[in-house]
């Protein structure tokens, strides 16, 4: 990221709204924001498919959720946050992944300028992609500032956006089993 470049953009902002940047509060308020976006937008550039290499043989064939994962991101359309928790679910076909990894491809995705939608679909493809699971799922639930604190001010309404891959989205059966499965365990 260019560092100095954010600084000097952000001088350019603090102007454009009428502020002083050398004001005492403002002074140090560029080096703040960017260092800000140097950590939300860490995982510009990177591959969440490479957390998910190591993991585990196992025969174990059956549905795995990790469930309530908490997220943030920043709205590409508003730069304002958004955030909530995940539902991640995926059934193995002779290897499974550790845990954390899972928490951390979710992590890598939402450290860019984002959608929901397309968050959401992203890890669905990486999960489904490189674990080459029989199926793979992922639901969000998150609260979206730039509809909380500006526009439609809807604070504390969230948005839900599935994306399911292989079995668990051809096989009504067993998308059936993997929702009644989040909602017992809710």
Avoid: W
């Amino acid at each position: 990221m260019d560092y100095d470049r954010i600084q000097n953009a952000v001088r350019d902002m603090l102007v454009a709204i009428g502020e002083d940047p050398q004001r005492e509060g403002l002074v140090d308020t560029p080096r703040r924001i960017a260092e800000m976006y140097c950590e939300l937008f860490s995982g510009i550039g990177k591959d969440p498919a490479s957390v998910l290499t190591a993991g585990f043989d196992e025969s174990y064939d059956e549905t795995v959720i990790l469930r309530d994962v908490p997220f943030h991101s920043i709205c590409e359309h508003h730069f304002l946050p958004f955030f909530g928790k995940a539902q991640i679910a995926y059934i193995p076909t002779g290897r499974v992944a550790g845990t954390s990894k899972l928490a951390r491809a979710l992590d890598i995705l939402a450290s860019r300028p984002q959608i929901q939608e397309r968050l959401t679909g992203q890890l669905a493809d990486t999960l489904y992609d490189t674990l080459r699971p029989s199926g793979a799922a992922v639901v969000m639930s998150a609260e979206h500032l730039c509809m909380s604190i500006r526009g439609a001010r809807k604070p504390g309404s969230k948005i839900v956006t599935t994306a399911s891959r292989g079995s668990l989205r051809t096989q009504a059966a067993a998308r059936q089993d993997l929702l009644a499965l989040l909602r017992e365990t809710q």
